[in-house]
């Protein structure tokens, strides 16, 4: 595959996609120079239908999740050198044929990751009312981990610099590495921008989750990652609310005022004690993690400076 080297590369990670599989290939076969399929672990024909179409397929043996699927593709990308590397699901909701209009700013040098939008440079969406509300929650909790504003944060359908591949060093176990990414590469300074793109959900295999379980999934990874990128906010703020309200309980139990009906004051005194205690224990600990997080940042940094 040496002939690859520095060329257009899509990474497409499909399960159990045989209705699909073979379309997405061939229109992106038209629009690159390389395509490859992970499969995660299918049990029907994905592969050697994707084989057929002329891809290069990676097999997991067992179904590892959305995450495993694309580091496999992007340790596969770094090997080639791909000057620009897009990555689109295989169940063909999105229009492989946008790949170029995805694809353009990074080829022309002007930013390290194209995020293809489905709430931008439209007037109208097909996407239903129930994903977009979900959508707007997971932007938001995307927004905590990384300081700039997506649309789109949950988009499978990117275009990646060589740059950002050689730095796609994440640890996400599931469909969270979209925030993920995000949010990483906002904090090594990579340059980000959003694409209008299209979608269709009438597709016959649609997603694999249901629509709740995958958003509350997501969800709890951004909670982690928010939990490990921007402690403070995971842990400072319930701390300040906790010791603020502890801090009231106690001093309204000294001035000899119940502020909770039905309360003792021995009892509100040592339930604001308790809280109190709370509230302290949490801000020492936001604080200590987010020391953590600066030395592991800086730590970070070291090692991409010294590569």
Same mark, same amino acid.
């Given at each position: 595959?040496e002939?690859?080297?520095?060329?257009?590369?899509?990474?497409i990670p499909?399960?159990?996609?045989?209705?699909?599989?073979s379309?997405?290939?061939?229109?992106?076969?038209?629009?690159?120079?390389?395509?490859i399929?992970?499969?995660d672990?299918?049990?029907?024909r994905?592969?050697e239908l994707?084989?057929l179409?002329g891809?290069?397929?990676?097999?997991h043996?067992?179904?590892?999740?959305?995450a495993a699927?694309?580091?496999?593709?992007?340790? #596969?990308?770094?090997?080639?050198?791909a000057r620009?590397?897009?990555t /689109?699901d295989?169940d063909?909701?999105?229009?492989?044929d946008?790949i170029?209009?995805?694809?353009?700013?990074?080829?022309?040098?002007?930013?390290?990751?194209?995020?293809?939008?489905?709430y931008?440079?439209h007037?109208v969406?097909?996407?239903?009312?129930?994903?977009?509300?979900?959508?707007?929650?997971l932007? #938001?909790?995307t927004?905590?981990?990384?300081p700039?504003?997506?649309?789109?944060s949950?988009?499978?359908?990117?275009?990646?610099s060589?740059?950002?591949?050689?730095n796609?060093?994440?640890?996400?176990?599931?469909?969270? @590495?979209?925030?993920?990414?995000?949010?990483?590469?906002s904090d090594?300074?990579?340059?980000?921008?959003?694409?209008?793109?299209t979608v #269709?959900?009438d597709?016959?295999?649609?997603?694999?989750q249901?629509?709740?379980?995958?958003?509350?999934s997501?969800?709890?990874g951004l909670i982690?990652?928010?939990?490990?990128? #921007?402690?403070?906010?995971i842990?400072?703020?319930?701390?300040? @609310?906790?010791f603020i309200?502890?801090?009231?309980?106690c001093?309204?139990?000294?001035?000899?005022?119940? /502020? /909770?009906?039905?309360?003792?004051?021995?009892?509100?005194?040592?339930?604001?004690?308790?809280?109190?205690g709370?509230g302290?224990f949490?801000?020492?600990?936001?604080?200590i993690?987010?020391?953590?997080?600066?030395?592991?940042?800086?730590?970070?940094?070291?090692?991409?400076e010294?590569r």
């Open positions: 595959m002939e690859i080297k520095g060329k257009t590369v899509v990474l499909a399960f159990n996609e045989e209705l699909t599989i379309m997405v290939v061939m229109l992106a076969k038209r629009h690159s120079d390389h395509v399929v992970i499969d672990g299918s049990s029907d994905t592969r994707a084989t179409a891809a290069e397929v990676i097999s043996s067992v179904n590892k999740g959305k699927a694309l580091m496999t593709g992007f340790k #596969r990308a770094r090997e080639l050198e620009c590397t897009i /689109i295989g063909g909701q999105m229009d492989a946008l170029p209009q995805v694809a353009a700013p990074v080829l022309k040098g002007e930013t390290d990751l194209v995020i293809g939008s489905r931008i440079g007037e969406t097909d996407t239903p009312r129930h994903r977009r509300a979900g959508q707007k929650v932007n #938001r909790a927004s905590y981990s990384a700039i504003d997506i649309s789109d949950q988009s499978g359908f990117r275009a990646l060589l740059k950002a591949i050689n796609t060093n994440f640890n996400s176990n599931g469909f969270s @590495i979209e925030s993920e990414m995000i949010s990483y590469f090594i300074g990579l340059k980000m921008i959003e694409v209008p793109v #269709r959900y597709v016959p295999n649609g997603h694999k249901k629509t709740l379980n995958h958003g509350l997501v969800l709890g982690a990652l928010i939990g490990y990128r #921007r402690p403070l906010i842990f400072g703020i319930p701390g300040s @609310i906790f309200f502890g801090l009231i309980m001093l309204a139990t000294l001035l000899e005022n119940t /502020i /909770i009906f039905n309360w003792t004051l021995v009892t509100q005194g040592i339930a604001g004690i308790f809280i109190l709370v302290i949490l801000s020492f600990a936001a604080l993690l987010n020391s953590l997080t600066l030395l592991m940042r800086n730590v970070e940094r070291s090692l991409r010294g």
